[in-house]
């Protein structure tokens, strides 16, 4: 008989045992959780990286999301991508906010990013008062492979299709010197953001030809729902006018890439154009950068030294060409004006998360007097933002349109003053005297 009250006591007894251990492991702080699927990926494909960060209350105020900015990375906000959530935790429900980024590799190897925190506000679950933390992110490693096989491939272009398509407009039947023709190229690639897709058409060095070489136009097709790129295309167009008779060749374009699907190396390709074009009465004739004189063989030879020279030239800098390009492209990113130019995008969108954080991003990028103005100058208008929809109860909601309308204008008047004020500085800085008489 004691035998079976001891057997019935241990039954009651151990399916609480667990339920008090996972008590007593609960958290008492906010914490953040990172979540990457997958942890490899091919050059040019995305890693999704979810950073979690739950309370035992509430948020207050939005938290502080890093940029995760690294080299050789492209790093997105797909739509929506900050979202809350409510999960449980020993006996209670906490409070969770999820941001998600897409991580895109340009080349192979392994991507770490350490050292990040996360700055949030919660509230006291005793007093109700906020509480700011900075909470450490747990290590991002992502490790980002090239096929076997496409490891000479420069640039590198994945995907499963790559398109080239050109138009050329104003040819007519009997072009003459002083017309003018546009060609416009655009090449589309399924499965990798269009920043990976190299300049198309390349320069023209004849004598008689001119050309206006317009914007390069990027764009980028996201899903609606998971943010994902499912293509991307570059456009690029050139004016040509001829200055004179002859007859010119537009050079042929192909693009070699690495298909998925297949397997293996394949190449688009455009043919070149060749145009004839009747020169005015007594003007010289150019045929692809010589003229037709008594002394052809000369000008032949000379045409041929010099266009090997270039193209010895262009062989060597292009390297550096490219190096330099980048450089610049990755200044421009890392400007205040870009800065500010996202969070205006941002703003318009009504996204309250991705706003903060591109608010931060451009706040990172001034002085520290000219941060903490601004800051003072617009807390007021994202708390009020932050605590109608992040307040218990309340889901995080885009913004409607004159909420929109009053943080815009608020950070505009906030730059605004900032520039003004930086240059009655400069001002106040020059010397007395600018031209000195001896």
Known sequence: MTRFLAMCLLALVLPVLPISAQEDAAPEEPFVRVEIDPETVTVGEAAVVRVTVLAPTWFPNPPVWPSFEIANALVMLPPDSSRSITERIGRDNWAGIVRSYRFYPQIAGEYRITGQTLDVTYADPQTRQPIALSIAIPDIVITSTVPPGAEALDPLLIGTSLTLEEEITGITDELEAGDAIVRTVTATIDGMPAMFLPPLIGPLDNAGLSALVRQPVVEDRQNERSGAIESATRTESVSYVFETGGTFTLPAIELSWWNTETGAIE??????????????????????????????????????????????????ARHRLRAWRASRHARYLASEAYGFRCLENAVKHGDLSDIDRQRQIWLARLDGRERQAIEASNRDVMSRAFAQRYAPGQRAEALNGTERRELLAAFRKARTQRRGKKARSAVRRLPARLNPVS
């Open 267 to 316: 190449t688009a390709q455009l043919p070149e154009t060749t145009l004839d074009v009747t020169a005015a009465p007594g003007a010289p004739v150019v045929e692809n950068g010589s003229s037709r004189t008594d002394q052809v063989t000369i000008w032949g030879a000379a045409v041929l030294v010099v266009l090997g020279v270039l193209a010895a030239v262009f062989y060597l």
